[in-house]
């Protein structure tokens, strides 16, 4: 294939867009049990919020990808947007060839990193989903969703974009629709590591194993929650306080906690009520990726 710019590829490499890279609540998580691999078994539901990291997509020189975002203690090549890019850009060489239609990507960083509401591994979703649509490379969903599994456990969630009951490592969804409730997350500033939570030698690992229609209609627990507070007193102190509010759990491996209410007007009540310096944010639950509407609605712009 010739490496000479073609017309198309001039007229793609033109077209700008911004995405959304949303936030998620695990609103239980079970462990239930461990691999021989080491890889834990898990039961958890994931949905989606309306709050979101940004993700910037322009056209820049032929032949480069280029991450313009630099995140403090991360090299470019390790951040989860450049792999996803790099797992991306052979098909786009076969697709344009090696002048393919270059693109600078520039993060917006909105969510709080370790947070365990799925910062990362939504650009990362983002990235797979938002370059297949800048180069036009035509992959389906099982495909970026096997390869977003080889970047992060919760990638395939954000790239099929449905709130899902998941188990084994978090790759087996089924698609389901919680309560789409008013949540207050409290943003505790730790920066939690999961493999730090996951390798603690008091993490529970044998829960029982459970049905989604009785976690639909009795909840569950976090797992991780007993070891991160543990560990972290903050958490310990956002939990105590939201607790007096509504069912406050840990999200993930941590450090964000929630609680979720009927109304915004409830939700901001107890919000103000805060300690003063604490961060945190009201947010709604979304059993739709704000993501996926947002690609919806570019593509039809496109047609």
């Known amino acids: 294939m010739s490496s000479t710019p073609s017309n198309s590829a001039t007229t793609l490499s033109s077209q700008n867009f911004t995405l959304p890279a949303p936030a998620k609540l695990n609103l239980m998580l079970h462990i239930v049990g461990r691999r021989d691999d080491g890889y834990h078994l898990l039961q958890t539901l994931f949905q989606f919020l309306d709050i979101a990291d940004q993700l910037h997509f322009a056209s820049a020189e032929f032949g480069t990808i280029d991450l313009i975002t630099d995140l403090a203690g991360v090299a470019t090549e390790d951040n989860l947007i450049m792999k996803a890019a790099r797992m991306l850009e052979p098909f786009c060489k076969e697709k344009w060839g090696a002048d393919f239609p270059g693109v600078a990507i520039t993060l917006e960083k909105n969510l709080p990193m370790g947070g365990g ?110 070891i991160a507070k543990a560990l972290y007193p903050e958490v310990a102190e956002a939990l105590d306080w939201l607790s007096q509010y509504g069912k406050a759990q840990m999200t993930g491996t941590g450090a964000c906690v929630f609680a979720g209410f009927d109304t915004v007007e409830t939700a901001s009540q107890f919000f103000s009520k805060k300690p003063i310096g604490w961060r945190g944010f009201i947010t709604q639950g979304k059993n739709i990726s704000p993501l996926h509407i947002a690609l919806t609605k570019l593509s039809t712009q496109q047609i």
């Not at 977003?148 to 978090?170: I, N, Q, T």
């Not at 939690?192 to 829960?207: A, V």
């Open 117 to 226: 509401i799925g910062g990362g591994s939504s650009d990362c979703a983002t990235t797979l989903l938002g370059l297949n649509h800048f180069w036009q490379l035509g992959l389906s969903i099982d495909q970026l969703a096997a390869m977003g599994l080889r970047l992060g456990a919760d990638v395939p969630v954000f790239v099929r974009g449905f709130s899902a009951w998941a188990e084994g490592v978090g790759e087996q969804l089924t698609p389901i629709e919680p309560k789409e409730q008013v949540y207050i997350v409290l943003t505790p500033q730790c920066h939690i590591s999961t493999q730090e939570i996951f390798s603690h030698p008091e993490l529970t690992r044998d829960t029982k194993i459970m049905k989604i229609a009785r976690v639909l209609d009795q909840g569950g627990h976090n797992d991780c929650e007993p």
